[in-house]
């Protein structure tokens, strides 16, 4: 069993910064895990935000963060990061961090095993 702790969520200003991150515990990331972050506005639909690839360090963005959010990872804290740059108030949403144990990279909340309780961001105007 694996549990996901986000944490770093806050206010910002329009054009701000943030950085999430997503800590595991219950058992260590493999090589074959993928990493996903989504984010879910009132009254919306939860949306892939992104994801990377644990073994071989790839990423993959929505077109929405492309150019301003940022994965990465930190294998020896188990640790995944999401650096937001330029952020806009349409970007306010709660945060969650998910794994898949199929290390599959893609927007289907589906295809993740294990998922985080949140953290809000709000950006404002």
């Known amino acids: 069993q694996v549990q996901l702790v986000e944490s770093g969520g806050g206010l910002v200003q329009t054009g701000g910064s943030l950085r999430l991150s997503c800590t595991a515990s219950?058992?260590?990331?493999?090589?074959?895990?993928?990493m996903g972050w989504f984010r879910q506005a009132p009254g919306k639909e939860r949306e892939f935000v992104g994801a990377?690839?644990?073994?071989?360090?790839?990423?993959v963005y929505a077109d929405s963060v492309k150019g301003r959010f940022t994965i990465s990872r930190d294998n020896a804290k188990n640790t995944v990061y999401l650096q937001m740059n330029s952020l806009k108030p349409e970007d306010t949403a709660v945060y969650y961090c998910?794994?898949?144990?199929?290390?599959?990279?893609?927007?289907?909340?589906?295809?993740?095993?294990?998922w985080g309780q949140g953290t809000q961001v709000t950006v404002s105007s």
């Open positions: 219950g058992r260590p990331f493999s090589l074959f895990d993928a």
């Open positions: 990377i690839n644990w073994s071989a360090y790839s990423t």
């Open positions: 998910a794994v898949s144990a199929q290390g599959l990279m893609v927007a289907m909340k589906t295809m993740y095993d294990y």
